[in-house]
C-alpha cells in the first residue's frame, strides 16, 4: 500500500492530479484505520498510468471514467475505446481542415503586409491596414 505522494511518484504525475482523479472517482483508496490517511495499491499506478496515455489520444476524463465502469462490469472495453477512437479522429480531421484554412489566410495576410501596406500611424480611420484590408477582401 501507498500513500498519495508514493503513488504520484511511482505514476509520474502530481499529488493534486492523484486527488483529481479520487475526487471524481477514477481511483477510490482504502483508508488507513488508525489515522485516515488515503492508501494506494500498486494496481492503482497502473491505473493512473493508463489515464494519462489515454489523456495523450484525446479522451477526457468522463470517456476515461466510462471505459472504467464498463470495465468493473466485466465488458469489453475495446468497443467503447474504438468509438471514442473514431470519433476524436473525425474531431481532430475537422480542427485541421480550419487550422489549415486558417493558416493559409495568415500566410496570404502577410504577404499582403509586406507587399502593399508598409507600418503606418493610426490616422484616425485605420488601425492597422493589414487587418481592416483583411476584413474588407472577405
Wanted: hydrophobic share 35%.
Amino acid at each position: 500500500m501507498m500513500t498519495v505522494n508514493e503513488l504520484a511518484g511511482e505514476a509520474g504525475v502530481t499529488t493534486d492530479t492523484v486527488r483529481h482523479y479520487v475526487r471524481i472517482g477514477l481511483l477510490q483508496p482504502q483508508r488507513h484505520p488508525s489515522n485516515g490517511y488515503k492508501l494506494f495499491k500498486q494496481t492503482d499506478v497502473l491505473r493512473v498510468r493508463f489515464i494519462h496515455q489515454t489523456k495523450q489520444l484525446g479522451y477526457s476524463l468522463g470517456e476515461i471514467k466510462e471505459i472504467f465502469s464498463e470495465c468493473r462490469q466485466g465488458c469489453s472495453t475495446c468497443p467503447k475505446t474504438q468509438q471514442i477512437l473514431l470519433q476524436r479522429m473525425g474531431d481532430n480531421r475537422v480542427k485541421l481542415k480550419r487550422m489549415n484554412h486558417t493558416q493559409r489566410k495568415l500566410e496570404q495576410a502577410v504577404a499582403l503586409w509586406e507587399e502593399r501596406f508598409p507600418n503606418g500611424i493610426p490616422d484616425g480611420d485605420a488601425v492597422c491596414r493589414l487587418i481592416e484590408s483583411r476584413l474588407h477582401a472577405e
